[in-house]
């Protein structure tokens, strides 16, 4: 079936670095991907939609500057977490809709930010 | 505003019990539904959806739901739970096909022996 890849599935980085995920839609083509964030033992809260070919559209009370999304083809969409903070620590997990039958999610990344 | 809500944060039951897990949901139309399960550390799988038609879906890993548009609900159920069933499962809405799913808190479920 499907599969949505992200990469990477876990990294740490240090306090006011940058840090990008990717995520892939490996055999479809998706035009549009969301990007969910997960704390520890709690639901996934969706943060943003990609557009492929244009901006993103972001849920009240994310920040846009401080999550860039990037949608550069059919099958990538990036998401940059900036000047990262402790705070941002979280799995982060994006889904790709296969038309309207059926929306495939990735593994996940989880950020550590020390 | 669209919400889901789980009530049961946590639930044991034993290997071979059954089980049914609880889905409330808000929304002014008839919405589109989803259970997805996850593993830990791991992305999330579609177990079954309800779009329209028979109210009783049958997904995969012999899992069931029933939506129940008097009650608004869709509760998961299960006839005898194996030990690799235990995971954290949700319960999802959207308003048309998978845009914007909606979660709800989800509820993690441990199998005894």
Known sequence: GAVVSQHPSWVICKSGTSVKIECRSLDFQATTMFWYRQFPKQSLMLMATSNEGSKATYEQGVEKDKFLINHASLTLSTLTVTSAHPEDSSFYICSAPQGNTEAFFGQGTRLTVV | ?113
């Open chain 2, 1 to 113: 505003a669209q919400s889901v809500t789980q009530p049961d944060i946590h639930i044991t039951v034993s290997e071979g019990a059954s089980l049914e897990l609880r889905c409330n949901y808000s929304y002014g139309a008839t919405p589109y539904l989803f259970w997805y399960v996850q593993s830990p550390g791991q992305g999330l799988q579609l177990l079954l959806k309800y779009f329209s038609g028979d109210t009783l879906v049958q997904g995969i890993k012999g899992f069931e739901a029933e939506f129940k548009r008097s009650q608004s609900s869709f509760n998961l159920r299960k006839p005898s739970v194996h030990w690799s069933d235990a995971a954290e499962y949700f319960c999802a809405v959207a308003r048309s096909g998978y845009n914007k799913l909606i979660f709800g808190a989800g509820t993690r479920l441990a199998v005894h022996p």
